[in-house]
């Protein structure tokens, strides 16, 4: 037997138990398949559906005054999911918001096959949910059917398959011809959400309203992933979803995305601050990728925001002038500068008594730069990889000293000094700042230090 | 077909053919409805003289339900990819199930079902890749073209010995 083989028996494990309740259950006669209850397979289509989340913007420039519209939500659809995922202990704030969104979701992807020329299989379908139907039934005695339909559900049988069945079916009817005859021009799942929503906001905007649904918060559809930059092409950038790729393994850009093991993010900002190799942090929206699935299709998430974590915990250092650049930025310059390398992921803290400047945008408590009259006056990056900075302090040919678990680098041309800080619990802080001597209680002695 | 010939039938192609559901499924019981409605369809067609080999006409049979089943909705929408490992670990016995040989047998069951049922049918039915064409209703070149591909993705999977039994067999 080969290898192989073997392994697969040994996953598959002895099937001889199997095949006596097999046999059994056959030569009795008993039709009976030991099939889940359909139920909750439902509510985890339907949850999945509801995790991709999708804009609502447009209900936040106000509502539209469209024509009459034949489109109506589901009501019953929504208050069953409703239902079945505060049963489930759901208790998000958001959750009505979720729900709606996921039964919109699977809405529009029937709709947007319909505008491609599908045209649903009636029958078909109402032949598939009687199947189901039939045994569904068949495995289960009286009793059963209503203790459950009683206590579980609130719902009856037929509503369930004659509805939530049934619409079930018809996406996944509407998804297998999308599948099969996909458009030239390929949309994503955010833009048919958003054609469609357009399309019926009116419906959906009294649905809420009578629901009380408050608007979506545009944020709910949007991922993050931490990540290193394997390549980069235009406005595009290859990111492994992992921060342990070093170096990038020897396969093909092709090789890398059908293995799944990296996806394209399409930026619009500020793209030549990135590098491959470069550890990043992304915040995508998760719904642009293509509504059909296609072998090799390139999927382009569209990131709404980022930031290097690469450049915190690896920062360079270069030295122009007497200046020193930590990751390209220096003392003096402005808000602009820092946000054009680091992204909009900051937040701005007025709290900062004790380092003479009036406020400072703090990256996840990683990197903060100070700013006192909208120049940049320190700079201060946490959790730096401590190995890097002990090879760049070696290197580095100009004024240094050593303390005990201080480093330091000094400009006497510009007064700029580089503090590297090691912290007891193992990270180690650097600082880029100004050493006048009245800042700088030993500034004399240290001065003499460092010309010795 | 009398019931004495039908559970010959089952005794002699049961195990292979819950074996080969599972390789689909990736789910034991599943495994079980599906060979279970295979030998109702066998048992109330009993066309199987007509068919060939019964070995393959089953396995035919199991792999066409195994399919359907995948494309239904509650399966598209259903996530096994950690559930299943799972259950491998609890449901086998722990003396039994040595890391290393399941090894392989994981990176395969993770490789998405067109390139899986070509490497089953390959090393496990021991298909030449003609026969897997037919059986699965592919050209010959569609076959080889997956199984290329599909030892692209299972040598990112797997050390390099693991990944060298492969390549020699």
Known sequence: MNEVKKSLNTVAGDMTKDKEELKQRILSGRRKTKRRNPFPLVATAIVTAAILFFTFNVFQDGLSTSDKDDYEVNEFIYDYQLQLMQKDGNDSPKLEQDVLQGLLHVDAVIDYAKSLGYSENTEAIKEKVEEEKQTFFSTMDNEQQEAMQEEVFGITYEDYFNKILKWTFQNAEAVNWLDQHPPDDIKTHSEVIDLFQKKHEQSIADFMDKKGIPFFDPAFMYKELAGTVLAKEGQDILVAERLEVTPVPALTVEEMIDAGYAIWYTIDDNIDAIEPNMKINLTYNSLSYPITEIDHATVFQRVVEWELSDAIVQPTLSEEQGLFYLHGLTLGDSQSDVIERFGEKYTKDEQVDGSGAEFALDYNNNARFYFYQDELSMISFENVDQNYFEQLFKEYEGMKSTSNDSRYIYSEETAQMIKAEFIPDGSLTISLFIAWPDGFLDYQEFLDAMKE | ?169
């Open chain 2, 1 to 169: 077909m009398d019931s004495g010939k039908m559970e010959e039938i089952i005794d002699e192609h049961g195990a292979h053919l819950l074996k080969m559901a599972y390789f689909y499924l990736r789910d034991r019981e599943l495994a079980k409805d599906i060979v279970q409605e295979v030998f109702f369809a066998f048992y109330d067609s009993s066309k199987y003289e007509e068919q060939g080999k019964l070995r393959a006409y089953l396995t035919r049979l199991t792999v066409n339900r195994c399919k359907d089943h995948l494309r239904s909705w509650s399966f598209r929408n259903l996530s096994f990819s950690k559930e299943w490992i799972e259950t491998i670990q609890r449901e086998q016995d722990p003396l039994i199930l040595n890391e290393e040989k399941t090894d392989i047998a994981i990176a395969i069951m993770k490789l998405p079902i067109k390139y899986r049922e070509i490497i089953i049918f390959y090393y496990y039915e021991e298909y030449k890749m003609r026969e897997i064409a037919t059986l699965l209703g592919l050209s010959e070149n569609t076959v080889k073209a997956r199984m290329v591909k599909a030892r692209k993705l299972l040598k990112i999977d797997l050390q390099a010995d693991y990944w060298e039994v492969l390549s020699i067999e």
